[in-house]
């Protein structure tokens, strides 16, 4: 075979990578040992239309021409660094029929490594597949086989395949492999339409998940009816919903057609123009459009589009290569088309780059020579279109705040209606709080006078009188939690919400009050992101509508009474106190109370306490385990309640970590949290997950999110530091040496500049307000200007200075005025008020001082 015929193609970030063997130049007479595999990586050049060159790569092996041979290419990603690397599988011929493969991995720098090697005594030809790790299957006798970096060891899959159609990953399943086998009929099966379906066709399609050495039902891919005529699958979406493997794919078939599967049923075809189609793949073009290309044996290229019904968009003849990469940076995909072209020997002389949209440059194009008035056309139609587009999502998000502004109005036209109905009939109007209809004021709010007392007590009897939706306790450790779960209406009218336990007996030698310890947990109702501060005051937004639903929702601000709060979306409220103490007299009955603000006014509240109830607290029932958190493992998932939940998390120390990585991904981490630490998610929230490793580590709680590959936020929720220390440890054995892992002390940087913003803007209203109040006080504190029932003339000067009179009149009027200017220069306000103002004044400013240091120890 000649070298030139060796050749193979690789799209690599926006690259085209090309492969191929050469000789090494000897002198005249010496004997050729040696073979070169060269790589170009070409690129596309806008300005002159062309691909260019910029650089190679060479590497050297021992071998003779006729005994080397570029197998495929691939990207996979390199399990050691999480990176995707191009692939390429060498096969060596040796004596005695045995035959060595070598897989290597291309560097960005244009170094070839040798990932490993391995040999066989056949030549392996059938459904040659590279994958992650990276690793490599085949098929062979029906029987498949692979290997991988991480072992370096020929392994064999126990099942017998006809042939492979797919090779990828499936969410919660790795590396998973999809293939046609002869049927296997057991003799008792539920699925009675899937048996008969196997038994009429003989086939059926099966799944084998490399990693976790499983099977998986082929139904969830296609029936089985359709294995004796697919020749290839190309799987565009899986997910876990509802512990089901949903599966969204597309396949080919030997019956010329393009068959779309969603959840294991036929969805759409579409007749393909030609025969023998062999493989599909999609593309995302700048139009967020998806495009299925399929490639035939013979060489030719079809483009089937997802419209309203699937339907071919356009196809190609006598195609060399196709590739499918953003080779044009426009920050969408695009299709490389390399056709045959025997008369020039430059493998990228005849090409066409397309979308089948507003991309779309062509070989044998002399663009230098075009009109002026069509010079960038493609990159102007592009940016118009980009631009319609935004435009046209700018208009719909116009709709949709019109459409709620409609509601709202529509809202408070029914309230007036109510209102009027009332008042007609002599009843006394109820309205909602502005909060419970999403509504904030169209005006400045104005304090209450010092003389509303009236007020505050009747503002302190209007509790609702169901607003207790559930009163709960749990024993974890030695801490007793009491929780108490309040209705949403409620919740959203207080501020600096805690809870106290009293004893509900007479003891006369010890307070009835029982010590609680202080913090507040942030829960959000997605469980992705908890946030922890303790007792930390910190300012609310002004005249901005209170959003529990968003996840950059302030902490609220908490009194500094010995309690320990939770809130979250379930708007339930936690004490935790020692439960040693209470044990001492085997049985007490305790009383809930709850301490809040509600809110009256923006800057003004007044303190309540209601009684949420009572618990009853004894020995027996705390050695029958009546109150304990059970955590249990449920296929996978971690069952607990809510309240087994928020308990563990109330006892629990939050510690958040930084890692950051510059020269690989981060993958070892989500691997330990799995494996090693024996990690399972919660079974309605996914984002966390529960260590169940024996030991101390036991119980702590994990959240591991990802900014990027290469920097992520690990928060531990564990009972003390020496589980910290332990968990560390353990981490730092699987991280790379080159990671960076840093404690988050003070909370985010962001939310902390976003506290920052806030705790300013209510310091600026605040001197606002204040100067506001000082001048209408002051102005009612002063009598100036001149004497009642005198009057100047408002008579021009020129006619008051022709006179003695005029002049003395004139002088009387500066005097007056002059006089009037100092005091205005010179108020003076009592005692009591210039206190009250340098003490809202100093309460501001404190509040944004300590963001600010909070913010420079972050």
């Not at 910029?54 to 399990?79: H, N, Q, W, Y």
């Not at 230098?368 to 056309?377: D, S």
Request: charge should be neutral; aromatic fraction near 8%.
């Amino acid at each position: 075979m000649p070298l030139g015929e060796q050749e193979q193609f690789l799209s690599y970030n926006g690259e085209v990578l090309i492969f191929y063997l050469s000789k090494t130049k000897h002198a005249e007479g010496a004997a050729d040992k040696t073979m070169n595999l060269c790589v170009r990586r070409m690129a596309f050049d806008r300005d002159t239309k062309l691909f260019v060159q910029k650089s190679s790569g060479v590497f050297s092996m021992r071998a003779s021409p006729l005994k080397m041979e570029i197998i495929c290419c691939s990207c996979t990603t390199d399990s050691r660094t999480g990176i995707i690397l191009p692939c390429i599988l060498m096969k060596k011929r040796k004596r005695n029929n045995v035959v060595k493969y070598l897989l290597l991995l291309l560097h960005s720098s244009n170094q070839f490594e040798q990932s490993f090697h391995f040999k066989l005594d056949y030549e392996v030809k059938e459904d040659i597949r590279l994958f992650a790790g990276p690793s490599v299957l085949w098929r062979h006798a029906n029987k498949l086989f692979y290997i991988s970096s991480n072992t370096c060891t020929v392994l064999s899959a126990p099942v017998h395949p006809s042939s492979v159609v797919w090779t990828g990953e499936i969410e919660d399943e790795g590396t998973v492999v999809l293939g046609i086998r002869t049927a296997c009929l057991p003799e008792s099966e539920d699925d009675e339409f899937s048996t008969s379906d196997r038994a009429i066709w003989g086939s059926e399609f099966f799944g084998y998940a490399i990693e976790s050495q499983k099977m998986l039902t082929g139904t969830c891919f296609m029936p089985h009816a359709y294995s004796r005529v697919v020749s290839s699958v190309h799987v565009c979406k899986n997910e876990i919903l509802k512990k089901q493997l949903r599966i969204s794919l597309v396949a080919v078939t030997h019956k010329k057609q393009l068959i779309w599967f969603q959840d294991g049923l036929p969805k759409g075809v579409c007749e393909l123009p030609y025969e023998k189609p062999c493989s599909v793949k999609t593309a995302v073009t700048s139009s967020n459009e998806l495009l299925f290309i399929v490639s035939f044996a013979s060489g030719n290229i079809c483009v089937v589009q997802r419209r309203d019904s699937l339907q071919v968009a356009s196809k190609w003849q006598e195609v060399k290569s196709l590739l499918v990469d953003d080779f044009i940076g426009s920050g969408s995909e695009q299709l490389l088309l390399l056709f045959k072209d025997d008369s020039n020997a430059d493998v990228l002389s005849t090409f066409k780059i397309t979308d089948l949209g507003a991309v779309n440059y062509a070989s044998g194009i002399n663009y230098k020579h075009v009109v002026p008035a069509a010079e960038g056309l493609q990159e102007n139609g592009l940016l118009t279109v980009r631009a319609l587009e935004t435009r046209l999502q700018a208009g719909y998000t116009s709709v949709q705040e019109l459409q709620q502004h409609l509601r709202l109005k529509k809202r408070v036209i029914l309230e007036s209606c109510r209102a009027l109905i009332d008042l007609v009939e002599e009843r006394t109007h109820i309205l909602p709080t502005a909060k419970e209809e999403g509504l904030v004021s169209l005006w400045d709010d104005v304090e209450n006078p010092p003389h509303s007392l009236s007020k505050e007590t009747s503002l302190a009897s209007k509790v609702p009188e169901h607003f207790i939706e559930k009163l709960w306790q749990r024993v974890v450790g030695d801490s007793l939690v009491v929780g108490v779960k309040i209705t949403e209406s409620f919740y959203l009218s207080l501020s600096d919400v805690s809870l106290s336990l009293v004893m509900d007996q007479n003891f006369s030698s010890i307070s009835p009050i029982i010590e609680c310890r202080n913090k507040i947990i942030k829960l959000n109702k997605a469980f992705s992101a908890l946030a922890v501060s303790s007792c930390q005051t910190e300012p609310p937004p002004k005249k901005m509508k209170l959003n529990l639903h968003s996840k950059n929702e302030l902490k609220k601000e908490f009194p500094k009474r010995c309690s320990r709060v939770q809130l979250d979306e379930t708007k339930t409220v936690t004490a935790v106190t020692n439960l040693s103490p209470l044990l001492a007299f085997h049985r007490v009955r305790c009383i809930v109370l709850l301490h809040a603000k509600k809110q009256k006014r923006l800057q003004e509240s007044k303190k309540i306490t209601v009684l949420c109830g009572k618990i009853l607290l004894s020995l027996e029932d705390i050695s029958n385990g009546k109150y304990s958190v059970t955590m249990l493992r449920d296929n996978s998932y971690c069952t607990g309640s809510m309240e087994d939940i928020h308990a563990l998390l109330a006892v629990s120390v939050r510690f958040s970590f930084q890692i950051m990585s510059s020269d690989c991904t981060l993958t070892p981490v989500n691997s330990w949290l799995l494996g090693e630490m024996e990690c399972t998610p919660f079974k309605e929230y996914h984002d966390n997950i529960f260590c169940h490793k024996a030991g101390n580590v036991y119980g702590t709680v994990f959240n591991w999110t990802l900014k990027n590959p290469f920097e992520g936020v690990l928060t531990l929720f564990c009972r003390n530091l020496t589980v910290l220390f332990q968990c560390l440890h353990s981490l730092t054995r699987v991280l790379p040496p080159s990671c960076d892992v840093k404690l988050l002390t003070s909370g985010s940087k962001g939310v902390l500049t976003e506290q920052l913003a806030l705790a300013l803007e209510k310091e600026m209203l605040t001197l606002r307000s204040l100067f506001f109040s000082k001048e209408s006080k002051a102005e009612n504190s002063f009598t100036w200007g001149n004497e009642p029932g005198k009057k100047i003339s408002d008579a021009p000067v020129a006619s008051l200075l022709d006179s003695e009179e005029g002049v003395q009149q004139f002088r009387k009027k500066l005097q007056n005025e002059r006089e009037e200017s100092v005091l205005s220069m010179n108020q003076t306000m009592n005692g009591a008020l210039y206190q009250e103002l340098a003490l809202k004044i100093a309460e501001a400013q404190l509040s944004s001082d300590m963001i600010v240091w909070r913010l420079s120890k972050s």
